[in-house]
Nanobody, 112 residues
Framework: QVQLVESGGGLVQAGGSLRLSCAASGSAFSINTMSWYRQAPGKQRELVARITRGGNTNYADSIKGRFTISRDNAKNMVFLQMNSLRPEDPAVYYC??????WGQGTLVTVSS
C-alpha cells in the first residue's frame, strides 16, 4: 500500500516561488503516474500537473509556463516548482498516485 506525504507549502508574496515535495512510501515502486491537484475554498479539486514514471508531463492551462513537475524515481519523490505565484493560486495542494492514493495536502497562500 502506498502512502504519500506532502511538504513545502507556506505563505509567499505574489510573484514569488515555492517548491512542493511529495514523498511516497510503501509499494512506491509500483506507481506509474504521480500528480498534483489543488483545491481552493468553495471550489472543486482540480488537476495541476502530472508526470509518468517515464517523465511524460501534462499541465493545466492555468499554470503552464509557471509550474514545473518533476520526479525522482530512485527516491520515490515528486516535486512541484511553482514560480510567479498569483493571487488565484492559493489552495491546498494534494499529491496523488495513479489517481487512487492521496496525500493529506499542503497549504499554499499567496499575499498580494
Amino acid at each position: 500500500q502506498v502512502q504519500l506525504v506532502e511538504s513545502g507549502g507556506g505563505l509567499v508574496q505574489a510573484g514569488g516561488s515555492l517548491r512542493l515535495s511529495c514523498a511516497a512510501s510503501g509499494s512506491a515502486f509500483s506507481i506509474n503516474t504521480m500528480s498534483w491537484y489543488r483545491q481552493a475554498p468553495g471550489k472543486q479539486r482540480e488537476l495541476v500537473a502530472r508526470i509518468t514514471r517515464g517523465g511524460n508531463t501534462n499541465y493545466a492551462d492555468s499554470i503552464k509556463g509557471r509550474f514545473t513537475i518533476s520526479r525522482d524515481n530512485a527516491k520515490n519523490m515528486v516535486f512541484l516548482q511553482m514560480n510567479s505565484l498569483r493571487p488565484e493560486d492559493p489552495a491546498v495542494y494534494y499529491c496523488n498516485a495513479d489517481w487512487v492514493v492521496w496525500g493529506q495536502g499542503t497549504l499554499v497562500t499567496v499575499s498580494s
